[in-house]
């Protein structure tokens, strides 16, 4: 029986401190407080349509806030603030966050709450969604584009600058509006437009307007200044607009800027809305975010014209300022990569030449010639080297004791585990038998190098190469490459035929320049490309795996997929290429000019040139295709020059490298 008093006595006691509670706050604050709430939430899901609504029909309520803010193309985080409580009246502020771009809005408005029988009722006015703005106002949002940043050359020299470009197309203040169909038709005709689609855009503009039909860098055989102002109409305007030297320069290794497709967009995150500029491939691509900047934002308010023909007035509400893109400084020299892109303009093939310096690593040119499709073939590609591979060979028989005076047997054939391989055609017979290692390599001799694949296992070939700077990553390169796989255990014919650069070895015409230009250096080189350490540490550095992705109808035929041979760790054994052992590689590379068989080099002014080509089978045909390469030092320049589907490297890369050397001074 006493528990159950107390029982009662502690329940009595409950009531009464509940009943206390209610009439405390019976002044409706907590009311007040939760509609506030609701209000604010239903405002950030951008629906009032379930709210008790004074002074407007909900419905129009909800019509009107979402035609207010339709034009933002966002929803808005919407908080409510202290409630001021005047009898049955209650007002808050409303606390607004915009995230617009890359901007953020952030105001306060007022809000008013009254109450009606048992519900508080929202007092609408367009006020409540933002300051200052007037009944039959709507927000929208206008970009201010920041300023992209620039590439820049070797020296900081601009490579898209203005330049001069034409504007041509159909001036319609200079023909009757009889003849506009006629001259857009001849126009289109003339510039190989379609000429549907062009007479139906001169049709649609005004009678001041000039409908532009292309933009010519200068006139040419086919379009002449006379042939478009014998069109009634036609008209030429002298303009600039913002180009690299010439329309393919470096475009495989640069990439391009343009309007955001639908599938970069989606891949944004939000970072990119349509009507956006961004950059696809290379740089342009990899470094956007940077190049791109932060463009501005404003929000206007509009008021409907009240008379047609009237322009409807606007009013600023929120502003913020466009950050330019950061300017992206890289190596290349601009008159050597449009040198090399002009030595491979008439190569049908896939082809490249990368230029390096020696001294610096810095990457001069790196040119994918008209035959790649537009794919980086000059750091991406993924190819035997052939013969240029005898130079890490070289370098794994001077550590195992030889030198260029050293003798080495050449035959005519030699057979491993029942393969048998033999000497390019036209070797010459002087050079067979008992020769020199220089000799040997003079005459690029097959047999003599797979003869010594006893001497040297798979894993001090890898380590010669990784030596020689390649198949090791590049951390100061700052862009996407293949930097070569040399695998570390082979046996029978594969190791046999890495001995010549074939069977799983791979190189891109950019390690095959990083070779040569170690060659050069004395020491490894690593290469470089873009200068800003800012943009590097933003951006994964190049490994040497890393190879970038291509359309599959522009990758180059002979390419495995890049997860192909990937190189291990570098083992501890290996050590940078000496001093010495680079004198004798150079001695050696001298001897394919001097006695070998890349005498026409000799010619070259300047610095004696030493050299490697190379040539390397690919493919299924009888006689198989094969790779044309050929590697050189001259002076502080080295280069790799690569065909895909080109012969001998001595017949076709070599001419190529020796015009590109001798224009290069």
């Given at each position: 029986?006493?528990?159950?008093?107390?029982?009662?006595?502690?329940?009595?006691?409950?009531?009464?401190?509940?009943?206390?509670?209610?009439?405390?706050?019976?002044?409706?604050?907590?009311?007040?407080?939760?509609?506030?709430?609701?209000?604010?939430?239903?405002?950030?899901?951008?629906?009032v349509?379930s709210?008790?609504?004074s002074?407007?029909?909900?419905?129009?309520?909800?019509?009107?806030?979402?035609?207010?803010?339709?034009?933002?193309?966002?929803?808005?985080s919407?908080?409510?603030?202290?409630?001021?409580?005047?009898?049955?009246?209650?007002?808050?502020?409303?606390?607004?966050?915009?995230?617009?771009?890359?901007?953020?809005?952030?105001?306060s408005?007022?809000?008013?709450?009254?109450?009606?029988?048992?519900?508080?009722?929202?007092?609408?006015?367009?006020?409540?969604?933002?300051?200052?703005?007037?009944?039959?106002?709507?927000?929208?949002?206008?970009?201010?584009?920041?300023?992209?940043?620039?590439?820049?050359?070797?020296?900081?020299?601009?490579?898209?600058?203005?330049?001069?470009?034409?504007?041509?197309?159909?001036?319609?203040?200079?023909?009757?509006?009889?003849?506009?169909?006629?001259?857009?038709?001849?126009?289109?005709?003339?510039?190989?437009?379609?000429?549907?689609?062009?007479?139906?855009?001169?049709?649609?503009?005004g009678?001041?307007?000039?409908?532009?039909?292309?933009?010519?860098?200068?006139?040419?055989?086919?379009?002449?200044?006379?042939?478009?102002?014998?069109?009634p109409?036609?008209?030429s305007?002298?303009?600039?607009?913002?180009?690299?030297?010439?329309?393919?320069?470096?475009?495989?290794?640069?990439?391009?800027?343009?309007q955001?497709?639908?599938?970069?967009?989606?891949?944004?995150?939000?970072a990119?809305?349509?009507?956006?500029?961004?950059?696809?491939?290379?740089?342009?691509?990899?470094y956007?975010?940077?190049?791109?900047?932060?463009?501005?934002?404003?929000?206007?308010?509009?008021?409907?014209?009240?008379?047609e023909?009237?322009?409807?007035?606007?009013?600023?509400?929120?502003?913020?300022?466009?950050?330019p893109?950061?300017?992206?400084?890289?190596?290349?020299?601009?008159?050597?990569?449009?040198?090399?892109?002009?030595?491979?303009?008439?190569?049908?093939?896939?082809?490249?030449?990368?230029?390096?310096?020696?001294?610096?690593?810095?990457?001069?040119?790196?040119?994918?010639?008209?035959?790649?499709?537009?794919?980086?073939?000059?750091?991406l590609?993924?190819?035997?080297?052939?013969?240029?591979?005898?130079?890490?060979?070289?370098?794994?028989?001077?550590?195992?004791?030889?030198?260029?005076?050293?003798?080495?047997?050449?035959?005519?054939?030699?057979?491993?585990?029942?393969?048998?391989f033999?000497?390019?055609?036209?070797?010459?017979?002087?050079?067979?038998?008992s020769?020199?290692?220089?000799?040997?390599?003079?005459?690029?001799?097959?047999?003599?190098?797979?003869?010594?694949?006893?001497?040297?296992?798979?894993?001090?070939?890898?380590?010669?190469a990784?030596?020689?700077g390649?198949?090791?990553?590049?951390?100061?390169?700052g862009?996407?490459?293949?930097l070569?796989s040399?695998?570390?255990?082979?046996?029978?014919?594969?190791?046999?035929a890495?001995?010549?650069?074939?069977?799983?070895?791979?190189?891109?015409?950019?390690?095959?320049?990083?070779?040569?230009?170690?060659?050069?250096?004395?020491?490894?080189?690593?290469p470089?490309?873009?200068?800003?350490?800012?943009?590097?540490?933003?951006?994964?550095?190049a490994?040497?795996?890393?190879?970038?992705?291509?359309?599959?109808?522009?990758?180059?035929?002979?390419?495995?997929?890049?997860?192909a041979?990937?190189?291990?760790?570098?083992?501890?054994?290996?050590?940078?290429?000496?001093?010495?052992?680079?004198?004798?590689?150079?001695?050696?590379?001298?001897?394919?000019?001097t006695?070998?068989?890349?005498?026409?080099?000799?010619?070259?002014?300047?610095?004696?040139v030493?050299a490697k080509?190379?040539?390397?089978?690919?493919?299924?045909d009888?006689?198989?295709k094969?790779?044309?390469?050929?590697?050189?030092?001259?002076?502080?320049?080295?280069v790799?020059?690569?065909?895909?589907?080109?012969?001998?490297?001595?017949?076709?890369?070599?001419?190529?490298l020796?015009?590109?050397?001798?224009?290069?001074?």
């Open positions: 029986m006493g528990k159950m008093k107390t029982r009662n006595l502690v329940l009595g006691l409950v009531s009464l401190v509940m009943a206390g509670s209610l009439t405390a706050c019976d002044d409706g604050r907590a009311g007040a407080e939760g509609a506030a709430k609701q209000l604010a939430s239903s405002l950030a899901a951008l629906d349509g709210l008790a609504v002074g407007k029909d909900a419905s129009a309520a909800n019509d009107e806030l979402n035609a207010v803010f339709e034009g933002l193309g966002a929803k808005p919407v908080q409510s603030g202290d409630v001021k409580l005047d009898g049955e009246t209650a007002t808050f502020p409303l606390n607004y966050s915009w995230n617009i771009g890359s901007a953020k809005w952030e105001y408005s007022e809000a008013t709450l009254k109450k009606s029988g048992d519900k508080w009722a929202v007092q609408w006015n367009p006020q409540l969604l933002a300051p200052e703005l007037s009944d039959g106002q709507t927000l929208s949002v206008k970009t201010v584009p920041a300023q992209r940043g620039q590439i820049l050359g070797a020296g900081d020299a601009p490579i898209v600058e203005d330049r001069p470009v034409f504007r041509v197309g159909i001036d319609k203040t200079k023909l009757a509006a009889d003849q506009a169909d006629a001259s857009a038709r001849a126009m289109a005709a003339l510039l190989g437009l379609d000429v549907e689609d062009y007479a139906k855009q001169v049709a649609a503009s009678p001041q307007a000039f409908v532009e039909g292309i933009v010519l860098r200068a006139y040419t055989p086919e379009i002449t200044e006379a042939k478009i102002t014998a069109i109409g036609g008209a305007i002298l303009d600039s607009m913002a180009l690299a030297p010439t329309r393919t320069f470096a475009r495989a290794l640069l990439g391009s800027v343009g955001a497709s639908a599938e970069q967009i989606e891949k944004s995150n939000g990119l809305r349509a009507g956006d500029t961004t950059g696809t491939g290379g740089l342009q691509q990899k956007d975010s940077l190049l791109r900047g932060k463009d501005g934002v404003e929000v206007v308010a509009k008021q409907a014209a009240k008379s023909g009237e322009t409807p007035a606007t009013k600023v509400f929120f502003s913020s300022l466009p950050v893109g950061t300017t992206l400084k890289t190596t290349l020299d601009l008159k050597l990569q449009q040198l090399a892109e002009e030595t491979l303009a008439g190569v049908g093939p896939a082809s490249a030449i990368v230029a390096l310096k020696p001294s610096t690593g810095a990457v001069l040119a790196a040119a994918s010639g008209p035959g790649s499709n537009g794919y980086n073939t000059a750091m590609g993924q190819y035997a080297p052939g013969s240029t591979f005898k130079i890490v060979d070289s370098l794994a028989l001077f550590r195992d004791g030889a030198t260029p005076d050293s003798k080495v047997e050449c035959t005519p054939t030699l057979t491993v585990d029942g393969r048998t033999k000497n390019s055609e036209g070797y010459p017979e002087s050079s067979l038998g020769v020199t290692l220089r000799d040997a390599f003079a005459h690029s001799c097959n047999t003599a190098f797979i003869n010594a694949r006893d001497t040297v296992s798979q894993d001090q070939l890898e380590s010669a990784m030596a020689l390649v198949a090791v990553e590049a951390p100061k390169l862009a996407d490459a293949f070569g040399v695998p570390g255990a082979a046996e029978g014919t594969e190791h046999a890495s001995m010549i650069g074939q069977g799983k070895v791979l190189f891109s015409p950019l390690s095959a320049a990083i070779m040569a230009a170690s060659v050069g250096n004395g020491a490894p080189v690593s470089q490309l873009v200068l800003n350490p800012e943009a590097q540490n933003s951006s994964p550095t490994t040497p795996t890393e190879s970038g992705s291509a359309p599959p109808s522009s990758s180059p035929s002979g390419a495995p997929s890049p997860s041979s990937a190189p291990p760790a570098s083992p501890p054994s290996t050590k940078p290429i000496t001093k010495e052992e680079a004198a004798a590689l150079s001695d050696m590379m001298r001897a394919v000019v006695s070998g068989h890349a005498g026409f080099l000799a010619q070259v002014p300047g610095a004696p030493g080509t190379g040539t390397a089978e690919f493919g299924n009888d006689p198989p094969t790779h044309a390469w050929i590697v050189a030092v001259h002076g502080d320049l080295a790799a020059v690569f065909v895909e589907d080109g012969g001998l490297g001595a017949t076709t890369s070599g001419p190529l020796k015009s590109f050397l001798t224009a290069a001074g």
